[in-house]
Protein backbone atom coordinates (compact mmCIF):
# COMPACT_ATOMS: atom_id res chain seq x y z
CA UNK A 1 0.00 0.00 0.00
CA UNK A 2 1.63 3.23 -1.02
CA UNK A 3 2.45 5.72 1.67
CA UNK A 4 -0.23 8.97 1.15
CA UNK A 5 1.82 12.06 -0.03
CA UNK A 6 2.09 14.88 2.29
CA UNK A 7 2.22 18.56 0.81
CA UNK A 8 1.45 21.44 1.71
CA UNK A 9 -2.19 23.24 1.06
CA UNK A 10 -0.46 25.51 -2.07
CA UNK A 11 0.94 22.86 -3.38
CA UNK A 12 -2.19 21.16 -3.54
CA UNK A 13 -4.19 23.71 -5.30
CA UNK A 14 -1.44 23.50 -7.96
CA UNK A 15 -1.46 19.95 -8.52
CA UNK A 16 -5.54 20.01 -8.57
CA UNK A 17 -5.29 22.90 -11.39
CA UNK A 18 -2.86 20.68 -13.52
CA UNK A 19 -5.88 18.22 -13.30
CA UNK A 20 -8.26 20.77 -14.55
CA UNK A 21 -6.20 20.80 -17.67
CA UNK A 22 -4.94 24.04 -16.52
CA UNK A 23 -1.90 25.15 -19.05
CA UNK A 24 -1.76 29.18 -18.38
CA UNK A 25 -2.37 31.37 -15.33
CA UNK A 26 -2.51 35.08 -15.15
CA UNK A 27 -1.00 36.68 -12.12
CA UNK A 28 0.54 39.60 -9.98
CA UNK A 29 2.64 38.14 -7.44
CA UNK A 30 1.83 38.96 -3.51
CA UNK A 31 3.18 37.52 -0.03
CA UNK A 32 -0.45 36.06 0.54
CA UNK A 33 0.20 33.03 -1.89
CA UNK A 34 3.61 32.22 -1.57
CA UNK A 35 2.96 28.43 -1.32
CA UNK A 36 0.96 28.80 -4.78
CA UNK A 37 3.51 30.73 -6.54
CA UNK A 38 6.60 28.28 -4.90
CA UNK A 39 4.58 25.08 -6.48
CA UNK A 40 4.15 27.01 -9.30
CA UNK A 41 7.95 27.06 -9.83
CA UNK A 42 8.31 23.28 -10.15
CA UNK A 43 5.30 23.11 -12.07
CA UNK A 44 5.85 23.73 -15.75
CA UNK A 45 3.09 22.44 -17.32
CA UNK A 46 1.58 25.38 -16.04
CA UNK A 47 2.54 29.06 -18.01
CA UNK A 48 2.38 31.35 -15.42
CA UNK A 49 2.02 35.34 -17.14
CA UNK A 50 3.22 38.10 -15.15
CA UNK A 51 1.31 41.23 -15.47
CA UNK A 52 1.37 44.53 -14.07
CA UNK A 53 -1.65 45.26 -12.71
CA UNK A 54 -4.51 42.77 -10.73
CA UNK A 55 -7.35 44.29 -13.21
CA UNK A 56 -5.26 43.67 -15.97
CA UNK A 57 -4.30 39.89 -15.22
CA UNK A 58 -8.43 39.37 -14.79
CA UNK A 59 -8.94 40.70 -17.86
CA UNK A 60 -6.20 38.28 -19.76
CA UNK A 61 -8.23 35.47 -17.85
CA UNK A 62 -12.14 36.41 -18.51
CA UNK A 63 -10.38 36.79 -22.45
CA UNK A 64 -8.42 33.53 -22.47
CA UNK A 65 -12.02 32.04 -21.12
CA UNK A 66 -13.73 33.33 -24.18
CA UNK A 67 -11.14 32.14 -26.85
CA UNK A 68 -10.69 28.50 -25.03
CA UNK A 69 -14.53 27.49 -23.18
CA UNK A 70 -12.35 26.67 -20.84
CA UNK A 71 -12.27 28.41 -17.30
CA UNK A 72 -9.14 31.28 -17.37
CA UNK A 73 -7.46 31.44 -13.56
CA UNK A 74 -5.99 34.40 -12.37
CA UNK A 75 -4.10 34.48 -9.06
CA UNK A 76 -4.06 38.07 -6.93
CA UNK A 77 -3.23 38.86 -3.87
CA UNK A 78 -5.57 40.10 -0.71
CA UNK A 79 -6.88 43.40 -0.32
CA UNK A 80 -6.14 45.63 -2.71
CA UNK A 81 -5.26 42.53 -5.65
CA UNK A 82 -8.54 41.53 -5.40
CA UNK A 83 -10.37 44.62 -5.62
CA UNK A 84 -8.44 45.49 -8.45
CA UNK A 85 -9.40 42.51 -10.13
CA UNK A 86 -12.94 43.14 -9.47
CA UNK A 87 -12.96 44.75 -12.33
CA UNK A 88 -12.40 41.58 -14.24
CA UNK A 89 -14.93 39.30 -12.52
CA UNK A 90 -17.49 41.39 -13.33
CA UNK A 91 -16.48 41.74 -16.99
CA UNK A 92 -16.73 37.67 -17.28
CA UNK A 93 -19.81 37.82 -14.98
CA UNK A 94 -21.84 40.27 -17.28
CA UNK A 95 -20.07 38.64 -20.03
CA UNK A 96 -20.70 35.10 -19.63
CA UNK A 97 -17.17 33.65 -19.57
CA UNK A 98 -15.79 31.05 -17.44
CA UNK A 99 -13.49 31.95 -14.96
CA UNK A 100 -11.78 31.05 -11.61
CA UNK A 101 -10.47 33.95 -9.35
CA UNK A 102 -7.79 32.15 -6.84
CA UNK A 103 -7.32 35.24 -4.06
CA UNK A 104 -4.99 34.90 -1.09
CA UNK A 105 -6.66 35.59 2.17
CA UNK A 106 -5.33 36.96 5.82
CA UNK A 107 -4.89 34.11 8.04
CA UNK A 108 -8.55 32.37 9.29
CA UNK A 109 -6.95 33.22 13.07
CA UNK A 110 -6.99 36.81 12.14
CA UNK A 111 -9.85 37.32 10.02
CA UNK A 112 -12.74 39.85 11.74
CA UNK A 113 -9.98 42.09 13.51
CA UNK A 114 -9.58 44.35 10.20
CA UNK A 115 -6.46 42.74 9.70
CA UNK A 116 -3.95 44.03 7.17
CA UNK A 117 -5.48 44.02 3.69
CA UNK A 118 -8.40 41.90 5.28
CA UNK A 119 -11.64 41.38 2.80
CA UNK A 120 -14.42 39.73 3.34
CA UNK A 121 -14.45 38.16 -0.02
CA UNK A 122 -17.89 36.40 0.22
CA UNK A 123 -20.20 39.75 1.11
CA UNK A 124 -17.42 41.62 -1.61
CA UNK A 125 -17.95 39.33 -4.26
CA UNK A 126 -21.45 38.30 -4.00
CA UNK A 127 -23.29 40.41 -6.45
CA UNK A 128 -20.07 39.86 -9.31
CA UNK A 129 -19.69 35.85 -9.17
CA UNK A 130 -21.80 33.26 -9.39
CA UNK A 131 -20.11 31.00 -6.36
CA UNK A 132 -17.75 32.93 -3.65
CA UNK A 133 -16.05 30.41 -1.42
CA UNK A 134 -13.03 30.58 1.41
CA UNK A 135 -11.24 27.31 2.06
CA UNK A 136 -10.89 26.84 5.81
CA UNK A 137 -9.37 23.42 5.74
CA UNK A 138 -6.49 22.68 3.75
CA UNK A 139 -8.35 18.80 3.02
CA UNK A 140 -11.13 21.20 1.19
CA UNK A 141 -9.45 21.84 -1.39
CA UNK A 142 -9.65 19.45 -4.08
CA UNK A 143 -13.24 19.09 -3.49
CA UNK A 144 -13.41 23.24 -3.49
CA UNK A 145 -11.64 23.39 -6.90
CA UNK A 146 -13.22 20.86 -8.29
CA UNK A 147 -16.93 22.52 -7.64
CA UNK A 148 -15.21 25.76 -8.51
CA UNK A 149 -13.94 24.86 -12.30
CA UNK A 150 -18.23 22.80 -12.08
CA UNK A 151 -19.74 26.03 -11.36
CA UNK A 152 -17.72 28.04 -13.76
CA UNK A 153 -18.98 25.69 -16.67
CA UNK A 154 -22.46 24.83 -15.97
CA UNK A 155 -25.05 26.65 -17.31
CA UNK A 156 -24.41 30.09 -17.95
CA UNK A 157 -20.64 30.13 -17.42
CA UNK A 158 -19.47 32.62 -15.24
CA UNK A 159 -16.78 33.94 -12.40
CA UNK A 160 -15.67 32.05 -9.13
CA UNK A 161 -14.10 33.68 -6.42
CA UNK A 162 -12.01 30.87 -4.37
CA UNK A 163 -10.42 32.62 -1.46
CA UNK A 164 -7.29 30.72 0.08
CA UNK A 165 -5.99 31.83 3.46
CA UNK A 166 -2.46 31.74 4.35
CA UNK A 167 -2.32 29.78 6.86
CA UNK A 168 -4.18 26.81 5.14
CA UNK A 169 -1.59 27.14 2.24
CA UNK A 170 0.75 26.72 4.56
CA UNK A 171 -0.67 23.69 6.21
CA UNK A 172 0.19 20.49 5.47
CA UNK A 173 -2.43 17.68 4.27
CA UNK A 174 -2.14 14.15 2.78
CA UNK A 175 -6.07 14.59 1.08
CA UNK A 176 -5.67 13.31 -2.79
CA UNK A 177 -6.32 15.17 -6.19
CA UNK A 178 -10.15 14.42 -7.11
CA UNK A 179 -11.44 13.39 -10.43
CA UNK A 180 -12.24 16.39 -12.38
CA UNK A 181 -16.39 16.73 -12.79
CA UNK A 182 -17.87 16.52 -16.52
CA UNK A 183 -20.03 19.67 -16.92
CA UNK A 184 -22.43 18.51 -19.91
CA UNK A 185 -24.75 20.67 -21.31
CA UNK A 186 -28.60 20.43 -21.36
CA UNK A 187 -29.70 18.91 -24.64
CA UNK A 188 -33.27 20.66 -26.21
CA UNK A 189 -36.27 18.47 -25.15
CA UNK A 190 -38.14 16.84 -28.64
CA UNK A 191 -41.52 18.10 -27.91
CA UNK A 192 -39.63 21.78 -27.38
CA UNK A 193 -38.04 21.26 -30.71
CA UNK A 194 -41.06 20.58 -32.64
CA UNK A 195 -42.88 23.52 -30.94
CA UNK A 196 -40.03 26.00 -32.42
CA UNK A 197 -41.15 23.92 -35.66
CA UNK A 198 -44.42 24.83 -35.41
CA UNK A 199 -43.44 28.63 -34.44
CA UNK A 200 -41.38 28.97 -37.71
CA UNK A 201 -43.48 27.44 -39.92
CA UNK A 202 -46.55 30.26 -39.46
CA UNK A 203 -43.68 32.67 -39.19
CA UNK A 204 -43.88 35.33 -41.85
CA UNK A 205 -40.35 37.54 -40.63
CA UNK A 206 -38.63 35.62 -37.94
CA UNK A 207 -35.25 36.36 -36.89
CA UNK A 208 -32.42 34.96 -35.09
CA UNK A 209 -30.64 36.84 -31.77
CA UNK A 210 -27.54 35.16 -31.43
CA UNK A 211 -25.36 35.45 -28.17
CA UNK A 212 -24.13 34.60 -25.08
CA UNK A 213 -21.15 32.34 -23.61
CA UNK A 214 -20.49 28.77 -23.95
CA UNK A 215 -20.39 28.54 -27.95
CA UNK A 216 -17.70 26.56 -29.75
CA UNK A 217 -16.29 26.79 -32.88
CA UNK A 218 -18.46 23.80 -34.52
CA UNK A 219 -21.54 25.58 -33.14
CA UNK A 220 -20.92 29.37 -33.97
CA UNK A 221 -20.33 27.58 -37.83
CA UNK A 222 -23.38 25.71 -37.97
CA UNK A 223 -25.53 28.14 -37.00
CA UNK A 224 -24.50 30.71 -39.90
CA UNK A 225 -24.86 27.39 -42.31
CA UNK A 226 -28.30 26.93 -40.61
CA UNK A 227 -29.68 30.47 -40.77
CA UNK A 228 -28.08 30.83 -44.11
CA UNK A 229 -29.68 27.85 -45.55
CA UNK A 230 -32.86 28.15 -44.12
CA UNK A 231 -32.96 32.17 -45.70
CA UNK A 232 -33.24 33.68 -41.53
CA UNK A 233 -31.68 36.86 -41.14
CA UNK A 234 -29.29 36.70 -38.08
CA UNK A 235 -29.00 39.62 -35.46
CA UNK A 236 -25.89 39.06 -32.99
CA UNK A 237 -26.13 40.32 -29.28
CA UNK A 238 -23.84 43.28 -27.69
CA UNK A 239 -20.35 42.85 -29.01
CA UNK A 240 -20.51 38.91 -30.04
CA UNK A 241 -20.18 39.88 -33.69
CA UNK A 242 -18.19 36.61 -34.45
CA UNK A 243 -20.79 34.13 -33.46
CA UNK A 244 -21.96 34.46 -36.91
CA UNK A 245 -20.21 35.46 -40.14
CA UNK A 246 -20.99 38.93 -40.82
CA UNK A 247 -20.44 38.35 -44.79
CA UNK A 248 -23.11 36.15 -45.77
CA UNK A 249 -26.15 37.08 -46.50
CA UNK A 250 -28.10 36.34 -43.35
CA UNK A 251 -26.20 38.62 -41.44
CA UNK A 252 -28.10 41.71 -39.97
CA UNK A 253 -26.33 43.95 -37.58
CA UNK A 254 -25.72 44.14 -33.73
CA UNK A 255 -28.10 44.94 -31.25
CA UNK A 256 -25.43 46.58 -29.12
CA UNK A 257 -24.57 49.81 -27.56
CA UNK A 258 -25.60 52.34 -30.24
CA UNK A 259 -28.06 50.12 -32.13
CA UNK A 260 -28.09 51.74 -35.59
CA UNK A 261 -31.81 52.42 -36.19
CA UNK A 262 -32.38 49.61 -39.46
CA UNK A 263 -31.29 47.14 -37.21
CA UNK A 264 -33.74 47.96 -34.28
CA UNK A 265 -36.10 48.08 -37.06
CA UNK A 266 -35.56 44.72 -38.31
CA UNK A 267 -35.84 43.22 -34.71
CA UNK A 268 -39.00 44.99 -34.02
CA UNK A 269 -41.21 43.90 -37.04
CA UNK A 270 -39.94 39.98 -36.80
CA UNK A 271 -43.23 38.56 -35.47
CA UNK A 272 -40.83 35.74 -34.27
CA UNK A 273 -37.61 36.43 -32.05
CA UNK A 274 -35.16 32.95 -31.83
CA UNK A 275 -33.37 34.33 -29.28
CA UNK A 276 -30.16 31.71 -28.79
CA UNK A 277 -27.83 31.89 -25.59
CA UNK A 278 -28.97 35.33 -25.75
CA UNK A 279 -29.18 37.63 -21.85
CA UNK A 280 -31.83 39.96 -22.26
CA UNK A 281 -30.41 42.98 -21.12
CA UNK A 282 -30.32 46.56 -21.82
CA UNK A 283 -28.01 46.83 -25.09
CA UNK A 284 -30.08 43.70 -26.90
CA UNK A 285 -33.15 44.98 -25.65
CA UNK A 286 -32.24 48.76 -27.13
CA UNK A 287 -32.83 50.03 -23.40
CA UNK A 288 -35.92 48.17 -22.79
CA UNK A 289 -37.74 49.00 -25.50
CA UNK A 290 -38.06 46.14 -28.01
CA UNK A 291 -39.46 42.88 -27.30
CA UNK A 292 -42.67 44.77 -25.80
CA UNK A 293 -45.02 43.78 -28.31
CA UNK A 294 -47.55 41.50 -27.61
CA UNK A 295 -47.94 40.11 -31.27
CA UNK A 296 -44.29 39.61 -31.16
CA UNK A 297 -43.27 35.76 -30.14
CA UNK A 298 -40.28 35.28 -28.31
CA UNK A 299 -38.50 32.24 -28.24
CA UNK A 300 -35.63 32.14 -25.57
CA UNK A 301 -33.24 28.67 -25.56
CA UNK A 302 -30.75 29.24 -22.84
CA UNK A 303 -28.87 27.01 -20.69
CA UNK A 304 -29.71 28.68 -17.40
CA UNK A 305 -33.49 28.37 -16.60
CA UNK A 306 -32.77 31.65 -14.19
CA UNK A 307 -32.58 33.85 -17.50
CA UNK A 308 -36.32 32.99 -18.59
CA UNK A 309 -38.24 36.12 -17.98
CA UNK A 310 -36.60 38.03 -15.98
CA UNK A 311 -37.31 41.06 -18.73
CA UNK A 312 -39.04 39.32 -22.04
CA UNK A 313 -41.64 36.95 -21.25
CA UNK A 314 -40.92 33.86 -24.21
CA UNK A 315 -44.06 32.00 -25.39
CA UNK A 316 -41.56 28.82 -25.50
CA UNK A 317 -38.69 29.02 -23.34
CA UNK A 318 -35.95 26.24 -23.89
CA UNK A 319 -33.66 24.91 -21.65
CA UNK A 320 -30.46 23.98 -23.60
CA UNK A 321 -27.31 25.05 -23.97
CA UNK A 322 -25.93 26.72 -27.52
CA UNK A 323 -23.93 23.84 -28.58
CA UNK A 324 -26.85 21.33 -28.21
CA UNK A 325 -29.18 23.33 -29.74
CA UNK A 326 -27.45 24.01 -32.84
CA UNK A 327 -26.54 20.02 -32.78
CA UNK A 328 -30.21 18.95 -32.33
CA UNK A 329 -31.40 22.44 -35.20
CA UNK A 330 -28.74 21.19 -37.42
CA UNK A 331 -31.26 17.90 -38.13
CA UNK A 332 -33.96 19.81 -38.14
CA UNK A 333 -35.86 20.64 -41.83
CA UNK A 334 -37.86 23.87 -42.91
CA UNK A 335 -39.51 24.98 -45.16
CA UNK A 336 -37.31 26.67 -48.03
CA UNK A 337 -37.84 29.75 -50.10
CA UNK A 338 -40.02 31.39 -47.59
CA UNK A 339 -38.09 33.89 -45.99
CA UNK A 340 -35.93 34.60 -48.68
CA UNK A 341 -37.23 38.80 -49.58
CA UNK A 342 -37.54 39.21 -45.63
CA UNK A 343 -33.92 38.54 -45.30
CA UNK A 344 -32.66 40.72 -48.35
CA UNK A 345 -34.90 43.36 -47.05
CA UNK A 346 -33.12 42.77 -43.16
CA UNK A 347 -29.28 42.68 -45.04
CA UNK A 348 -29.95 45.95 -46.85
CA UNK A 349 -30.61 47.60 -43.69
CA UNK A 350 -27.95 46.72 -42.41
CA UNK A 351 -25.58 47.58 -45.20
CA UNK A 352 -26.91 51.04 -45.20
CA UNK A 353 -25.40 51.82 -42.08
CA UNK A 354 -22.09 50.60 -43.03
CA UNK A 355 -21.51 54.10 -45.05
CA UNK A 356 -20.38 57.34 -43.72
CA UNK A 357 -18.83 61.09 -44.20
CA UNK A 358 -15.65 61.30 -44.23
CA UNK A 359 -14.17 63.85 -41.18
CA UNK A 360 -13.19 67.39 -41.74
CA UNK A 361 -9.35 66.37 -40.94
CA UNK A 362 -7.65 63.37 -39.36
CA UNK A 363 -7.36 59.86 -39.84
CA UNK A 364 -10.42 58.48 -41.48
CA UNK A 365 -11.38 55.65 -39.46
CA UNK A 366 -13.65 54.34 -42.04
CA UNK A 367 -11.31 54.00 -44.73
CA UNK A 368 -8.48 52.53 -42.03
CA UNK A 369 -11.29 50.03 -41.06
CA UNK A 370 -12.29 49.23 -44.63
CA UNK A 371 -8.20 48.61 -45.23
CA UNK A 372 -7.70 46.41 -42.14
CA UNK A 373 -10.87 44.24 -43.82
CA UNK A 374 -9.01 43.82 -46.73
CA UNK A 375 -5.57 42.90 -45.62
CA UNK A 376 -6.10 41.34 -42.03
CA UNK A 377 -6.13 37.28 -42.10
CA UNK A 378 -9.40 35.36 -41.74
CA UNK A 379 -8.51 34.35 -38.58
CA UNK A 380 -7.39 38.05 -36.87
CA UNK A 381 -8.40 38.09 -34.04
CA UNK A 382 -9.95 42.13 -32.88
CA UNK A 383 -10.29 43.15 -29.84
CA UNK A 384 -11.11 46.62 -28.32
CA UNK A 385 -12.16 48.09 -24.67
CA UNK A 386 -14.92 50.94 -23.99
CA UNK A 387 -15.30 53.98 -25.94
CA UNK A 388 -16.71 56.11 -28.39
CA UNK A 389 -13.87 54.72 -30.96
CA UNK A 390 -14.82 51.00 -30.36
CA UNK A 391 -17.77 51.97 -32.80
CA UNK A 392 -14.91 50.67 -35.84
CA UNK A 393 -14.05 47.61 -34.55
CA UNK A 394 -18.03 47.03 -33.25
CA UNK A 395 -20.76 48.64 -35.99
CA UNK A 396 -18.08 48.11 -39.58
CA UNK A 397 -15.50 45.91 -39.59
CA UNK A 398 -16.94 42.48 -40.94
CA UNK A 399 -16.22 39.27 -39.36
CA UNK A 400 -15.40 36.10 -41.06
CA UNK A 401 -16.51 32.71 -40.05
CA UNK A 402 -12.35 32.24 -38.42
CA UNK A 403 -12.44 35.79 -37.42
CA UNK A 404 -12.76 36.23 -33.40
CA UNK A 405 -13.70 39.51 -31.43
CA UNK A 406 -12.89 40.48 -27.50
CA UNK A 407 -14.96 43.02 -26.31
CA UNK A 408 -16.54 43.47 -23.11
CA UNK A 409 -19.92 43.35 -22.70
CA UNK A 410 -20.17 45.34 -19.10
CA UNK A 411 -18.67 48.66 -21.53
CA UNK A 412 -15.35 48.56 -19.17
CA UNK A 413 -12.61 50.48 -20.32
CA UNK A 414 -9.09 49.15 -20.26
CA UNK A 415 -9.94 45.38 -21.45
CA UNK A 416 -8.50 45.89 -25.07
CA UNK A 417 -4.92 45.77 -24.47
CA UNK A 418 -4.86 43.31 -21.96
CA UNK A 419 -7.46 40.97 -23.71
CA UNK A 420 -4.76 41.14 -26.91
CA UNK A 421 -1.88 39.91 -24.40
CA UNK A 422 -4.00 36.78 -23.28
CA UNK A 423 -4.68 36.51 -26.92
CA UNK A 424 -1.32 36.51 -28.09
CA UNK A 425 -0.49 34.04 -25.68
CA UNK A 426 -3.21 31.58 -26.46
CA UNK A 427 -2.93 32.12 -30.25
CA UNK A 428 0.92 33.33 -31.03
CA UNK A 429 0.62 32.92 -34.34
CA UNK A 430 -2.46 34.81 -35.10
CA UNK A 431 -2.53 38.45 -35.61
CA UNK A 432 -4.28 40.05 -32.88
CA UNK A 433 -4.84 43.70 -33.58
CA UNK A 434 -6.30 45.83 -30.53
CA UNK A 435 -8.19 48.92 -30.84
CA UNK A 436 -8.40 51.34 -28.03
CA UNK A 437 -8.96 55.11 -27.36
CA UNK A 438 -6.54 57.19 -26.30
CA UNK A 439 -8.57 57.36 -22.75
CA UNK A 440 -9.10 53.69 -23.04
CA UNK A 441 -5.44 52.29 -23.37
CA UNK A 442 -4.43 54.15 -20.60
CA UNK A 443 -6.44 52.42 -18.39
CA UNK A 444 -4.14 49.66 -18.64
CA UNK A 445 -1.31 50.85 -20.84
CA UNK A 446 1.04 49.04 -17.97
CA UNK A 447 0.37 45.97 -19.60
CA UNK A 448 2.95 46.84 -22.49
CA UNK A 449 5.10 45.79 -20.50
CA UNK A 450 3.81 41.91 -19.68
CA UNK A 451 3.16 41.89 -23.78
CA UNK A 452 7.13 42.26 -23.95
CA UNK A 453 8.27 40.10 -21.07
CA UNK A 454 5.65 37.08 -22.65
CA UNK A 455 6.78 37.64 -26.02
CA UNK A 456 2.92 38.31 -26.57
CA UNK A 457 3.00 41.36 -28.40
CA UNK A 458 0.02 42.39 -30.41
CA UNK A 459 -0.75 45.45 -32.75
CA UNK A 460 -2.50 48.37 -30.92
CA UNK A 461 -4.28 51.21 -32.61
CA UNK A 462 -4.66 54.04 -30.42
CA UNK A 463 -7.60 56.03 -31.84
CA UNK A 464 -6.32 59.31 -30.31
CA UNK A 465 -8.90 62.01 -30.34
CA UNK A 466 -7.39 63.63 -26.74
CA UNK A 467 -10.76 63.36 -24.67
CA UNK A 468 -13.16 60.87 -23.53
CA UNK A 469 -15.30 60.67 -26.33
CA UNK A 470 -18.41 58.77 -24.73
CA UNK A 471 -18.55 60.97 -22.16
CA UNK A 472 -18.02 63.93 -24.09
CA UNK A 473 -20.72 63.08 -26.14
CA UNK A 474 -23.33 63.10 -23.42
CA UNK A 475 -22.19 65.81 -22.32
CA UNK A 476 -22.86 67.87 -25.17
CA UNK A 477 -26.37 66.56 -26.27
CA UNK A 478 -27.20 67.25 -22.46
CA UNK A 479 -25.13 70.19 -21.63
CA UNK A 480 -23.48 71.83 -25.04
CA UNK A 481 -20.48 73.87 -24.54
CA UNK A 482 -20.29 73.07 -20.53
CA UNK A 483 -16.84 70.43 -21.52
CA UNK A 484 -15.75 69.37 -17.99
CA UNK A 485 -13.60 66.45 -17.33
CA UNK A 486 -13.35 65.38 -20.31
CA UNK A 487 -10.32 66.54 -21.87
CA UNK A 488 -7.01 64.95 -22.16
CA UNK A 489 -3.55 65.67 -22.33
CA UNK A 490 -1.84 62.66 -23.16
CA UNK A 491 1.54 61.10 -23.17
CA UNK A 492 3.95 60.45 -26.27
CA UNK A 493 2.35 57.19 -26.95
CA UNK A 494 4.97 56.64 -29.88
CA UNK A 495 7.94 56.94 -27.14
CA UNK A 496 6.50 55.21 -24.72
CA UNK A 497 5.77 52.25 -26.67
CA UNK A 498 9.37 52.51 -27.86
CA UNK A 499 10.31 51.88 -24.49
CA UNK A 500 8.40 48.74 -23.96
CA UNK A 501 10.54 47.37 -27.20
CA UNK A 502 7.28 47.74 -29.60
CA UNK A 503 7.53 48.98 -33.07
CA UNK A 504 6.04 52.48 -33.25
CA UNK A 505 4.73 55.29 -35.00
CA UNK A 506 2.45 58.31 -35.67
CA UNK A 507 -0.38 58.57 -38.36
CA UNK A 508 -1.98 61.89 -38.90
CA UNK A 509 -3.00 61.26 -42.68
CA UNK A 510 -5.36 58.64 -43.85
CA UNK A 511 -3.23 57.46 -46.82
CA UNK A 512 -0.09 57.27 -44.91
CA UNK A 513 -2.34 54.38 -42.69
CA UNK A 514 -1.41 51.52 -45.23
CA UNK A 515 2.24 51.73 -45.20
CA UNK A 516 2.38 52.54 -41.55
CA UNK A 517 0.11 49.30 -40.87
CA UNK A 518 2.54 46.65 -43.38
CA UNK A 519 5.26 48.03 -41.26
CA UNK A 520 3.78 47.27 -37.87
CA UNK A 521 2.20 43.55 -39.16
CA UNK A 522 6.07 42.83 -40.37
CA UNK A 523 7.62 44.05 -36.61
CA UNK A 524 8.66 40.67 -34.79
CA UNK A 525 7.84 42.26 -31.31
CA UNK A 526 4.08 44.02 -31.71
CA UNK A 527 3.71 47.59 -32.64
CA UNK A 528 1.73 50.57 -31.50
CA UNK A 529 0.24 53.09 -34.01
CA UNK A 530 -0.89 56.43 -33.09
CA UNK A 531 -3.74 57.55 -35.32
CA UNK A 532 -4.47 61.27 -34.72
CA UNK A 533 -8.38 61.97 -35.71
CA UNK A 534 -10.24 64.56 -35.77
CA UNK A 535 -11.68 65.83 -31.80
CA UNK A 536 -14.35 67.06 -33.59
CA UNK A 537 -15.76 64.02 -34.70
CA UNK A 538 -17.81 62.81 -31.47
CA UNK A 539 -18.89 59.44 -33.88
CA UNK A 540 -19.23 58.33 -37.63
CA UNK A 541 -22.52 60.16 -37.99
CA UNK A 542 -22.14 63.75 -35.66
CA UNK A 543 -20.09 66.20 -34.56
CA UNK A 544 -19.61 68.63 -31.63
CA UNK A 545 -21.16 71.43 -33.45
CA UNK A 546 -23.81 69.26 -35.09
CA UNK A 547 -25.10 67.52 -30.96
CA UNK A 548 -24.96 71.65 -30.15
CA UNK A 549 -27.11 72.28 -32.59
CA UNK A 550 -29.30 69.83 -32.29
CA UNK A 551 -29.84 70.40 -28.71
Known amino acids: MNEPVIRNGGRLVVEALVAHGVDTA ?66 ADQGSTPMVLFVGQVPTDHQGKEAFQEVDYCSFFADLAKWVVEV ?93 QNELPAVV ?56 DPQQKIVHVHASAEEFSKVVVPVLAIEAGPNAMMAALSDVSLSQGIWGSWRS ?95 DLQMNIQELGSAQQEAAQPIVLVVNNSTYGTIRMHQERRHPGRVVGTDIVNPDFVTLAQAYGFYAEQVTNTQDFAGAFERASASTTGALLNLMVDPNQITPWSTVASLREGH
Not at 396 to 405: D, M, R
Open 237 to 292: SFRRHDLFDNTTESYAGEAGVGMPAPVRETLARADLIIALGVRFGEMTTNAYTLFN
Open 136 to 228: KNPDDIPAVVNQAFAVAQQGRPGPVVVALPEDVLRAETTSPVLATIVVKEKIPATADLNQLVDLLAHAQRPVVLAGGGGWTNESRHTLTTWAN
Open 345 to 439: EARQRFLSTQEVEPPASGVDMAVVTKHLQKVLPSDAIITNGAGNFAVWPNKFFLYGAEATLLAPQNGTMGYGLPAAVAAKVVHPDRTVVCFAGDG
Open 26 to 91: FAVPGESYLEVLDALYDETSIRLVGCRQEGGAAYMAEAYGRLTGRPGVCLVTRGPGATNASIGVHT
